[in-house]
Each structure stands twice: as C-alpha cells, then as structure tokens.
C-alpha cells in the first residue's frame, strides 16, 4: 500500500517502521519516502502494533494525506465510465469495487453519502493501492450525482438482481455510469426516474445473487471487453 502510495505521488506525511524486523526493502521504501520528505520514525514492534487494527501488522506502516476529488475535478478528466456507489456499506465490498474499477480502467468511483467512509483501514486494505490511482469522490448526494453525470453526457445504467436488460446486450462503449445500490436493498425505489435503464447478470437456476462487488467486477470487466473489442476492429 504505501509503494503505491509513492508511486502514484500521494503525500505521505509519517513513515513508521520496525527496523528490527524490516526487510531489506522495507526499509529502502522508508527511505524512498523521507526522500520526498515524509518524517521516518523507528518504533518497537508492540508500538506499532497497538498503534494498527490489524492482528499482525507488518513492520511498516504510514500516514498518508486523503486523495479523494470533488465532482468538478473529476468531471475535469472527462471519465467516459465511472461507477456510482449508492448506500454500500461493507467495507471489503467497497474496497473490492475500487480495485475491480481501476483494473478495468474506469475513470472513477463515485461513493455516495451513506456509503462506508473510503477511508475505513478495511476498504484501504481492499483496494490493494488501487485508492492512489483511481479518482474518488466521495460524500455527495446520489440524485445529484445522477443529474450531474446525465449532464456529463453519461447513460445511467442501475443494477438489479433481476427485470433488467441482460448486460452483454448493452453497449457500455459509450460514456457510462453504472450504479451500485445497497448489498441487501439494492437501489432506492426512488431513483428509477434518474436511471437510463437497469441491467441484470443471467445466473444459473438456483442462483440468488452476487454480492455487490462481484457484480461490479463482471459488469467493469464487460464494458472493458467492449471497448477492447471495438479498438481492435
């Protein structure tokens, strides 16, 4: 995580670590990052430790300025796919949409007042650095968010268990935000009139329901195929 953190140039502000149990290129990444001008301090193990929420952390850990954006910024970058979390609360879901987004080159998440804070160590961890590179907004308003994309130019695709349009079947070519709803409630009843339409995964009979990030993953990974099919024709 903090590799990443120092590669994608983030502002890392503490640099602590256990030199006693530091590898060889942990401590050269403490270096690496006093040479951008972060402070490094040398802890005891049980310090660090009582100082992390994980059980067995490792010898290295770090402050790091927060990176999310706001709408305008990101709107700046000119996204032509973006995802739109509503009201996800689970902080491993969370973490895994934004890896899963980034790998398929989306060009930013968009997390929702009432979603789990981007910040919770679990969603940190999730994202695998994956929160370093990617343009995050987070906190703002979902209706307003909606409007805001449909001005951007973007189609707004919801996601459903069932009833929606198979997902291969749609060009996700185009400028596109696909939104994300709650693990157990799934999209407000109340956004329908601010989406393009909803799409849907076929499963085998018997089958209830992906979990929210793993539908994510699969609907990322679609239009990436898309787009990466279109390039090649």
């Not at 995580?1 to 990444?29: D, H, K, P, Q, Y």
């Not at 796919?81 to 973490?95: E, K, M, Q």
């Amino acid at each position: 995580m903090l590799r990443e953190a120092l590669r994608s140039g983030a502002t890392i502000e503490t640099v602590f670590i256990v030199r006693a149990t530091a590898n060889e290129a942990e401590r050269e990444l403490a270096t690496s990052c006093a040479e951008i001008g972060a402070r490094v301090l040398e802890l005891q193990a049980d310090v660090l430790a009582r100082a992390c929420d994980t059980v067995n952390p490792q010898p290295v850990a770090a402050t790091v300025r927060l990176v999310d954006r706001d709408m305008p910024a990101l709107r700046a970058l000119a996204p032509d796919l973006i995802l739109v979390c509503v009201n996800v609360r689970d902080p491993g879901n969370l973490g895994t949409i934004l890896r899963s987004a980034g790998a398929a080159g989306a060009g930013g998440v968009v997390c929702c007042a009432g979603s789990v804070d981007v910040y919770n160590p679990k969603v940190v961890r999730s994202t695998a650095g994956m929160l370093f590179h990617l343009p995050v907004v987070v906190g703002v308003d979902a209706g307003e968010v909606l409007d805001q994309v449909a001005e951007w130019g973007l189609q707004r695709w919801g996601t459903a268990v069932d009833h929606g349009r198979d997902y291969t079947e749609v060009d996700l070519r185009a400028p596109v935000a696909l939104v994300f709803g709650n693990e157990s409630n799934g999209l407000p009843d109340g956004f329908a009139g601010q989406l393009d339409g909803t799409l849907t995964i076929p499963m085998a009979e018997g089958a209830e329901s992906l979990n929210v990030a793993a539908t994510a993953a699969v609907m990322c990974f679609e239009a990436a195929r898309q787009r990466r099919v279109a390039a090649t024709a």
